[in-house]
DNA sequence: TCCATGTGACAGTTTTTTCTTACACATGGA
DNA sequence: TCCATGTGTAAGAAAAAACTGTCACATGGA
């Protein structure tokens, strides 16, 4: 279901997004139940701007997703809440990624369009 | 069945391995076939000691697994192979492997033996 | 008005990764 | 002996990632 698989970047950027143990208890604390930033901030023990740092490059990878919300009280909230993606890591998966991965290959020349 | 499901100290190391084209590159070579360091850099396209680190990097991460063995001409030749490795990615598994981790927990104390 | 709470963004430091450029040792064959 | 091939390691530059501190703006309620 779902995922059609990544391309070699986009498995890099995930994969690069979720090898980080902070960033993977926010992926853990987020797969539980939604949360906006200052909440999600105290929560984890981590300052503001970093979990911010950390929330945008998860978003980047695709494994979360945040949405700017008014509370009731009038106050703007940043809810971010995980992707469904379900990655298969095995030795032919990765050979499959590999093939399509842009960045420089040195057996190759520049990247270029080809 | 492989894989009792790693730690999620195990887990990082493991996708901070996979998280850069070059290594995907080595893991999708190996994949194929098992080789050794100099032929592999020749194939790939980098220097010697720059794929030794990157090799390093997977064998800690228990991706790969080097041997070294003597040629017919006498050589030492260290060969690497892939570790038949499964991991599967997905929101709970991530929750889960996050309650293993031992690194800084911000919330909780430093890391005492507890 | 001031305070508590939410948002966003910047500059600057420290730490980690990545990569380069050496050097050392060993073996078989010309 | 010298060269080509294999191994290992160390020092240092360059680039990227992680983290800190600070500032600005907005809102509702005391």
């Known amino acids: 279901m779902v995922a059609a698989p990544p391309t070699g970047d986009q498995l890099v950027m995930m994969l690069a997004a979720l090898a980080n143990p ?5 992926m853990a604390k987020l797969a539980v139940r939604r949360d906006y930033v200052s909440s999600l901030a105290r929560e984890i023990g981590v300052s503001r701007p970093l979990l911010r740092m950390h929330l945008q490059r998860l978003e980047e990878a695709g494994l979360i997703v945040g ?22 890591l095995s030795a032919s998966a990765l050979t499959e ?4 991965l842009t960045s420089s290959d040195p057996a190759k020349g520049s990247p270029r369009k080809e």
């Open 22 to 26: 902070l960033r993977l208890r926010i």
């Open 67 to 88: 949405t700017l919300e008014l509370s009731d009280d009038g106050k703007a909230m940043k809810y971010f809440e995980v992707t469904d993606f379900d990655l298969h």
């Open 97 to 100: 990624a590999a093939k399509s």
